[in-house]
């Protein structure tokens, strides 16, 4: 029988030709029901790594004592929003708790109409931001695909694409140029008597293909947006809690401050909880709000646990020590192979756009799902493909990946991409980077399993952990 005979047709899959079922997962591994073990690359849900034993302690210490729904005080709740928010700038103070990245980004577009008394919003175009009603209205990913099109509040600016966009990596004044581009859709739009509630993005643009605007963008067009009476929406569903590397939080790579912040299920590891961080002000201005599950007490400790190992375990630091690796050697793929046209990203969320060749950087679609494909089943290592074109590999895996896998994953790389192009003449081995000379035999999934993981930092020595190791 077809495994999705009883899933509707439209709901996505990953491998959509030959599903997986998976069975079960550990730290970034995942196994399928015929014992094959994958090296995780897409996860960014399991933030801290798949089934990490004190968030699984955690949860069902707190399930056997206390299920409730909001209304009630509890410890939990009120030292997980304490904790959670000493993350922010100190002028988003004010958290609520929900259950998931389109619930978050539901309410943030609630509290900016609240406040502002307006209704448009502007939106990157192909910009993804949930799937409730509000949010397809307000995604360009989703609505030019479907009868309803375009919506009057809603007003579409390019997203700053340093590769293929009008304005590229050569241009010395990319970001001011495509802030004027913004600026001038959105006088035509107060021209027509339009007023505007918001703008809403993630800072990394992941659903664009790993977009990563340049470092003054934002602060102009910050500034495009309160002049016109809006308030900045910072999306941090896919980027928050330390993926970006250096910050918790990849907005502050660009030295900004959001009026209003969501993150999502990352915060629980899977476990289905979100946020939206915002001014008391803004706050204010919307009255009464309630959602059933947001901040019961297993959510709280769950979000606590994941917090506590973000720190315990210094992911941050890892995730920008790993990236850093990752992403210079990645590089090296981009000079072998005329199949490679950009590498970008920053910390563990990195975007390799496949294309037909660098002259044309034509996107590659079938190429990319060929590597996709060839990765999972040769290496068995899981990848996606993102973007308007869906040939952009994006590696977010989750933040307890090592040095190790990282190697593992650009040898397997190499050797597809050069088995994809039928090349193999070429080869390099600059000082600092992993050679691309086959010296020796490629390290797969299988062989790091037996070996030790790196060390990624001594623990706090004042706060006790449970490790993977210490639970069977």
Same mark, same amino acid.
């Given at each position: ?7 509707? *047709? ?5 491998? +959509? ?5 998976? /069975?079960?997962?550990? %730290? ?19 933030? /801290? ?6 968030? @699984? ?45 389109? +619930?978050?980004? !539901? ?10 008394? $307006?209704?448009? @919003?502007?939106?990157?175009? !192909?910009?993804?931001?949930? &799937?409730?009603?509000?949010?397809? !209205? ?25 590769? *293929? ?29 339009? %007023? ?19 470092? &003054? ?8 947006? *309160? ?9 941090? #569903? $896919? ?6 590397? +250096?910050?918790?939080?990849?907005? +502050? ?22 946020? /939206? ?13 309630? =959602? ?8 709280? #400790? ?6 506590? #190992? ?44 496949? @294309? ?12 990319? $799902? ?21 040939? /952009? ?21 190499? =050797? ?10 070429? =080869? ?43 639970? !069977?």
């Amino acid at each position: 029988m077809d495994g999705r005979s009883e899933i509707s *047709r439209g709901c996505l899959m990953h491998f +959509e030709t030959a599903p997986l079922k998976i /069975v079960r997962a550990e %730290k970034q591994y995942m196994t399928d029901n015929y014992g094959i073990r994958y090296l995780d690359c897409v996860s960014n849900v399991a933030h /801290v790594g798949h089934c990490h034993p004190q968030v @699984v302690t955690a949860g069902k210490s707190q399930m056997a004592t206390l299920v409730s729904s909001q209304g009630f005080i509890s410890d939990s709740l009120m030292k997980y929003t304490k904790q959670l928010v000493s993350n922010f700038p100190d002028t988003l103070s004010v958290c609520y708790l929900v259950n998931s990245g389109s +619930e978050a980004n !539901d309410l943030a577009l609630r509290l900016a109409r609240a406040y502002t008394n $307006q209704k448009d @919003v502007v939106v990157f175009d !192909d910009a993804y931001h949930g &799937n409730l009603g509000n949010l397809i !209205d307000i995604s360009p990913r989703m609505f030019k695909h479907m009868a309803q099109g375009k919506k009057e509040f809603v007003h579409v600016i390019p997203y700053p694409d340093m590769y *293929r966009g009008r304005y590229r990596e050569d241009d010395l004044h990319a970001a001011e140029k495509y802030v004027l581009e913004a600026e001038q859709i959105l006088q035509q739009a107060l021209k027509n008597n339009r %007023k505007l509630a918001c703008f809403i993005s993630e800072s990394v643009v992941v659903n664009c293909g790993v977009i990563v605007p340049p470092k &003054n963008y934002f602060k102009l067009l910050y500034n495009v947006i *309160r002049e016109a009476g809006g308030v900045c929406i910072a999306d941090e #569903v $896919q980027t928050a809690l330390g993926r970006t590397g +250096e910050y918790f939080l990849s907005f +502050e790579h660009y030295e900004v401050v959001p009026d209003i912040v969501t993150l999502g299920k990352p915060l629980g590891n899977g476990h289905p909880m979100a946020a /939206v961080i915002t001014t008391r002000e803004i706050a204010d201005s919307l009255g009464e709000y309630y =959602s059933t599950f947001g901040g019961n007490p297993v959510a709280c #400790v769950i979000g606590l646990a994941v917090l506590d #190992v973000i720190q315990n375990e210094k992911l941050i630091q890892s995730a920008t020590s790993v990236g850093k690796t990752l992403f210079e050697n990645l590089q090296l793929l981009k000079l072998k192979h005329h199949n490679v046209g950009d590498v970008r990203g920053l910390g563990l969320c990195i975007g390799l756009e496949i @294309v037909e060749d660098k002259s044309s950087r034509k996107p590659a679609t079938e190429l990319t $799902q060929t590597i996709v494909m060839r990765l999972k089943e040769e290496h068995h290592i899981l990848v996606q493909a993102l973007g308007p074109n869906r040939n /952009v590999i994006t590696l977010t895996p989750p933040m307890c990946f090592t040095q190790l896998n990282a190697r593992c994953l650009f040898q397997a790389l190499d =050797s597809v991409l050069t088995a994809c192009a039928g090349d193999q003449t070429m =080869s390099m081995n600059p000082s600092g980077g992993i050679g691309l000379q086959q010296t020796r035999p490629l390290i797969s999934v299988e062989d790091i399993t037996h070996l030790e993981d790196e060390d990624i930092g001594e623990p706090d020595a004042k706060r006790p952990r449970i490790s993977y190791d210490d639970v !069977d």
